[in-house]
C-alpha cells in the first residue's frame, strides 16, 4: 500500500520539466504555444515510466522484471496516446457545440458526458499502470525513483522552473 501512495503522489506531481533532456528548451518561447495540459500531464507520466524503463539497471531490477517494465511502460504509451486523441478530437467539438450562437443543452450535455468518460479512462489508465508496475518494484526501488525525480526538480527549480512566473506561482494560461 505505502509503495502505490508513494508512486502515486511521485506520478501526480506536476514533474513536466523534471525529465527533460539535456539540451531539450526548458521553457515555452511565444513562437511556441503551451502545450494543453492534458497532454503535459501525459507526457510527464510518460517520461516518469520510461525512466524506470531505461534504468532497470541503476534501479537492480533483473532482466525479467525489465523486460515486464517495458512492455507496460510501451502498452501505457500506446494506449494513453490514442486516448489522448480521441480527448482532443471530443473536446473540439464540445467547444464548437459552445461556440455556437444558441447551444443545444442536450447535444452539449451528451459530448460532456463523452469528454468525461474519456478523461475518467485516462485516470484509470495511469492507476493501471501504476499498479502494474508496482507489482516489479521493491520499496527501496521506489526510493530511489523519487531521489532521482527530487534530483531533476532541484534541479530545474536552481535553473527556474519554465511553468512558474519570478513570484513562484504557476503560469496561467490566458
Known amino acids: 500500500m505505502t509503495r502505490s501512495l508513494v508512486l502515486f503522489a511521485l506520478l501526480s506531481t506536476p514533474l513536466s520539466t ?22 503535459d500531464k501525459h507526457k510527464v507520466e510518460q517520461k516518469v515510466f520510461e525512466m524506470i524503463a531505461e534504468h532497470g539497471d541503476a534501479l537492480g531490477l533483473d532482466e525479467k522484471a525489465q523486460q515486464a517494465i517495458r512492455e507496460i511502460v510501451d502498452d501505457h504509451k500506446k494506449h494513453g496516446d490514442e486516448l489522448l486523441k480521441e480527448l482532443d478530437i471530443a473536446s473540439e467539438d464540445l467547444k464548437s457545440l459552445m461556440e455556437q450562437e444558441n447551444p443545444d443543452l442536450d447535444s452539449v450535455l451528451v ?12 485516470f484509470k489508465q495511469h492507476l493501471t499502470t501504476l499498479i502494474e508496475l508496482r507489482e516489479h518494484l521493491s520499496e527501496e526501488q521506489i526510493r530511489k525513483i523519487k531521489g532521482r525525480v ?13 511553468h512558474r512566473n519570478q513570484q513562484g506561482h504557476p503560469h496561467r494560461d490566458q
Do not use: I, N, W
Open 18 to 39: 523534471a525529465y527533460a533532456e539535456p539540451g531539450e528548451p526548458e521553457a515555452q518561447t511565444k513562437e511556441q504555444p503551451a502545450p494543453h495540459k492534458k497532454m
Open 111 to 122: 459530448q460532456a458526458d463523452v469528454v468525461m468518460t474519456l478523461k475518467s479512462e485516462l
Open 150 to 162: 527530487m534530483r531533476r526538480m532541484k534541479q530545474q527549480k536552481a535553473h527556474g522552473h519554465p
